[in-house]
């Protein structure tokens, strides 16, 4: 029973990141890699918090989605600056960067050893420690997550963002000039992965950088192109799907390094399949051109 | 003179040229547009229209001379300065938000230039909820207006040339603005179609008599009975007919 709530806390965690991943991907039109790095500052910082500062979950679960949501702006930025494919080599160069500095900021990031002993999701004396209770947590979290994103790209603000992403001339041609709206959106889905990593963090109780390294970040981009870009459910079932993967080859009797293998073979030639003949994602979403 | 004209201009140029290469697109351009007006700049292909009306929207820096918007120097601009200060525009290419229906590109177009707030897109209080309430029954009255009722629900890049033409006219009807710059309104329209654009940029200007609009056409026969001033553009040198 356990392993079924281990498979379903991390989809309510990789839910919550593919959520705010199609935040960038499919209503910001931005196909950017560095999603696992935002996911991976707030691992650690509120891991730092909370064993450093000693401060409790709560207060260093919201310090650490607003400072990932500051430190986003500056990508934000130099996102908005590129264009098409250089936006791709941009954020997987600064994924990179973010991980080499995981690895060699030994004092801060415990290096290749990364953070132990991290505290689980505690409000003052009440602990989530069992499989069951962070399981549930995650998934109200990630349920949550996904409201106010459907909330927010039904709105009158989602129209503002399609026509920066359409047509960036078009839009400052109708008067669609402001560009907080991008940067809050940018933040947000920065925060909403920061999020993801806290509760990664007190779930896993230690983090290193290997977690949050390119083969995440292609994970996390499979999930929001296979189920569907802007669509409402697009990123969940993309999330189901590649979460299942390895399960599914581990249920056929694999070892844990057959498993890893097998699943990045899978992986890569459901993308390809995809890529070719639905490049809408399943659910049929935002095509990039 | 007109009482308009005692006011400072929307928008002015100084002797503004602009080359590309060897080809000279405008030549020392003068002129200004003042609130209320309604000009149209008329020209053959290659004429400078294009650039010219890129040179006023802030799409294009001129080599040469002076653009004021508002009295306010402008020469080195982004468009979204002009935007911000009440230009709108469509474009001689029609542009099209091409993964957003056409009913949600009126919707945009009724909203700017103000976009609600994330808070308040995510609470959707009740003035948010009635904005948006009123903002789609003024969609949709836009969109039966002019028989477009069944393609509300059409994607933008599903559209026909022409019909991505007609859609920026229509979206430019329910924008707010002071200038309004119309590259080519009616190129690969038919005739109804292009009496319904006119009447549609009729009725942008006449909502508010501080509005300007300028066109940019090769149908001279089309401006002549609504525009109160037209001027030729002939290689780049614009003179008043």
Known sequence: ?289 | MSSSKLLSPLLSLKSVSKSYGSVRCLDAVSFSVYAGERLALVGGNGSGKTSLVDVLSGFTVPDRGIVYMNGLRANRHHPAWFAARGMIRTFQSPRAFEQMTVLDCLCLAAWVPTSPSTFSSLIQPPNYRKKEECVRKHALAALTAVDWGERAAVPAGELSYGQRRFLSILQLSLAEGTVALCDEPTAGLDSNKASEALNLLKGWQTADQARAIIVATHDLEFVSSYFDRILRIEDGIVNEI
């Open chain 1, 1 to 289: 029973m356990n392993y079924l709530w281990h498979v379903s806390f991390l989809f309510a965690v990789f839910t919550i990141l593919a959520v705010s991943l199609d935040l960038l991907i499919g209503h910001l039109g931005l196909l950017v890699l560095c999603h696992s790095a935002f996911f991976a500052l707030g691992a650690y910082l509120s891991a730092s918090f909370m064993l450093s500062a000693h401060l409790p979950f709560p207060v260093s679960c919201l310090f650490a989605i607003l400072a990932t949501g500051v430190i986003s702006l500056p990508v934000a930025f130099a996102a908005r600056r590129l264009r098409g494919d250089a936006v791709v080599l941009g954020s997987f160069a600064l994924l990179l960067v973010t991980v080499d500095l995981l690895k060699n900021l030994r004092n801060l990031t415990g290096g290749l050893d990364g953070l132990r002993g991290i505290p689980p999701v505690h409000f003052g004396p009440v602990q989530l420690v069992s499989y069951q209770s962070q399981a549930v947590f995650a998934i109200l979290i990630a349920a949550i997550s996904w409201l106010l994103v459907q909330r927010l790209t039904f709105s009158a603000q989602a129209r503002f963002l399609h026509a920066l992403r359409d047509d960036p001339y078009a839009a400052v041609g109708l008067r669609v000039y402001s560009t907080t709206i991008y940067f809050r959106t940018f933040a947000l889905a920065s925060g909403m992965a920061a999020l993801a990593g806290v509760l990664y963090a007190s779930y896993a109780s230690y983090i290193n950088p290997s977690v949050f390294g390119s083969d995440q970040a292609i994970a996390l981009t499979a999930m929001v192109l296979l189920g569907g870009a802007a669509r409402p459910w697009g990123p969940v079932l993309g999330a189901l799907i590649v979460i299942s993967i390895p399960e599914i080859v581990r249920a056929i009797g694999g070892g844990p390094s057959y498993v890893g293998a097998v699943n990045y073979v899978v992986m890569g030639l459901v993308l390809f399949l995809f890529a070719i003949y639905r490049p809408k994602g399943i659910l049929g979403g935002y095509e990039f051109k």
